[in-house]
C-alpha cells in the first residue's frame, strides 16, 4: 500500500521560509517521479513542483525561483524548501505520486501539511 506522509507546515510570515518533507513507503521510491500540489480553501488542487528520477524538477509558474524540490532515494524522502513566502502560497500542501504521463495527475497523494503565511 503507498503511504505518503507529509510534514513541516505551520504559520510563517510573509517573506519567511519553511521546508516540508514527504516520508513515502509502499512502492519504489528511487524509480518514481513525484509531485508537491497544494489546495487553497475554496479553491482546486493546484500542482507546484515535480522531480523526475534523474533529480531534474519542474515548477509552477507560480513558484518558480522561490520553491525547490529534492530528494532523498536512501530515505524514500521528498522535500519542497519555500523561500520567499507570500500570503498567496497559503494552502494544504501534499505529497503525491503522479500518475504515468502525467505531471499534475496523481495515483495516490497524502493528507497533507498546513502551511499559513500572514502577518
Known amino acids: 500500500e503507498v503511504q505518503l506522509v507529509e510534514s513541516g507546515g505551520g504559520l510563517v510570515q510573509p517573506g519567511g521560509s519553511l521546508r516540508l518533507s514527504c516520508a513515502a513507503s509502499?512502492?519504489?521510491?528511487?524509480?518514481?517521479?513525484m509531485s508537491w500540489a497544494r489546495q487553497a480553501p475554496g479553491k482546486g488542487l493546484e500542482w507546484v513542483s515535480i522531480?523526475?528520477?534523474?533529480?531534474?524538477?519542474a515548477y509552477a509558474d507560480s513558484v518558480k525561483g522561490r520553491f525547490t524540490i529534492s530528494r532523498d532515494n536512501a530515505k524514500n524522502t521528498v522535500y519542497l524548501q519555500m523561500n520567499s513566502l507570500k500570503p498567496e502560497d497559503t494552502a494544504v500542501y501534499h505529497c503525491?505520486?503522479?500518475?504515468?504521463?502525467?505531471?499534475?495527475?496523481?495515483?495516490?497523494w497524502g493528507q497533507g501539511t498546513q502551511v499559513t503565511v500572514s502577518s
Open positions: 509502499g512502492f519504489t521510491f528511487s524509480n518514481s517521479r
Open positions: 522531480i523526475y528520477t534523474d533529480g531534474t524538477s
Open positions: 503525491a505520486k503522479p500518475k504515468v504521463g502525467y505531471r499534475n495527475k496523481f495515483d495516490a
